[in-house]
């Protein structure tokens, strides 16, 4: 039996596999990087339960069944919490902000637009990978199609007051 091979699905399967390197490269950076941040950073988070093997569908889970912060325009949910990092999927918008003792990557799974990352306003669409040091001031979306949803990896966990508004 033969399989027909398009380029629409060799491109697909090409965007996953980076996709998945990304994140889990991202991830494994962070991981490896973070431990004596850690220890400079008291009461980083809260308690975790161990982790366990799991498959989620980012897919599945829509905007509004991710739950309601603080913000009222972001919804976020924790998937990964370990002593030297957090997982997050996050929808919506947040003001321009800084975190000072936390590093963090996103990536775009879904949506389009841009974005402030210090003094500049990027463009970002499925598939960018966001660097954003700590201290780097940074700012939800110009949606052009949404919602905008993003995997954001928080390295150390970032503590409830590592968050300042900037304008």
Partial sequence: MQFKTTKKGIAMRQKNIILSFAVVGAFAAGMAASPLAQHLVADAHAE????????IDLNAITHAALP?????????KILVN?????????????????HAKTDEIQYIV??????WLGGELKE??????????KGTAHAGAVVTSGPVKAIAIKIPPQAKDDISFVN
Avoid: C, W
Avoid at 48 to 55: D, F, M, S
Avoid at 68 to 76: C, G, I, V
Avoid at 82 to 87: I, L, R
């Fill in 48 to 55: 975790q339960a161990p982790l366990v093997p799991a498959v």
């Fill in 82 to 98: 370990t002593d030297n990092a957090t997982v997050n999927l996050q929808s919506g918008n947040v003001g321009k902000h800084i």
């Fill in 124 to 133: 970002f669409k499925p598939g960018t990978l966001i660097i954003i040091p």
């Fill in 68 to 76: 309601a912060t603080p913000y009222p325009e972001l919804r976020s």
């Fill in 110 to 115: 879904e949506g389009t637009g841009s974005m």
